[in-house]
């Protein structure tokens, strides 16, 4: 499942707060990639690319001129507190053979069975972090909930994951449930001991 986005950037020379403003103000976002035991390459994207990678999950092919083709993904994006501006981004190198770490957004697919029987469909975590082979990065993870019945869940444990991927963190964690809406369930509760009072029988 390979999810690469090529981009052709330019490396800077000029560093600092008063250079980054200036960049920023020529339409243009400072950057840098991070990589161990190497320098840090700093370099400049368009706005246009900054938004098209800031909330990718997989790898970015970078071809910065000066420097050659550095395969990365992307760490972290800093945004402007007024407006949500981007003001940087930072990359981290990946290299062959090697695994990352990345946070993937996790989406439902499919009407659980539950449904039918009142229930409704509450996911908990929507976000999961694996570690897999760049070339193995997945936009997101669907995660089929079609046979969820009325109070059945999906872990971690039982999210399919891409290639040669696995979950971090707690493997029990509850990913999706099928549960009965408060409303009806604050009125079942109420009327079962009303019931079994009927029920019971008189005492003489």
Do not use: W
């Not at 706005?47 to 790898?59: F, R, Y």
């Not at 760490?75 to 501006?85: C, G, H």
């Not at 509450?122 to 089929?144: F, G, K, N, T, Y």
Request: hydrophobic share 40%; aromatic share 2%.
């Amino acid at each position: 499942m390979s999810n690469t986005i090529s981009l052709t950037a330019t490396k800077r020379d000029s560093l600092g707060t008063n250079a980054s403003r200036r960049l920023r103000a020529q339409g243009s976002i400072p950057a840098v990639i991070y990589s161990c035991g190497a320098e840090n390459i700093n370099f400049q994207l368009s706005l246009e690319q900054v938004l098209k990678i800031e909330h990718h999950a997989g790898m970015v092919s970078l071809d910065i001129q000066g420097v050659g083709v550095k395969n990365a993904i992307v760490k972290a994006v800093q945004y402007k507190a007024i407006n949500d501006a981007p003001l940087s981004v930072d990359f981290l190198e990946v290299k062959a053979g090697e695994q990352v770490s990345v946070v993937i957004p996790v989406e439902p697919k499919g009407e659980p069975e539950g449904l039918r029987a009142g229930g409704q469909l509450e996911q908990v975590i929507h976000e999961l972090e694996i570690q897999v082979s760049p070339a193995e990065i997945p936009e997101v993870l669907m995660v089929d909930v079609s046979a969820l019945q009325l109070d059945q869940e999906l872990t971690v444990a039982d999210v399919k994951l891409p290639g040669d991927a696995k979950a971090l963190g707690d493997h029990s964690q509850i990913v999706f449930q099928v549960r009965m809406p408060h409303t009806k369930r604050e009125e079942t509760e109420a009327a079962a001991p009303a019931e079994d009072a009927a029920a019971a029988p008189e005492k003489k």
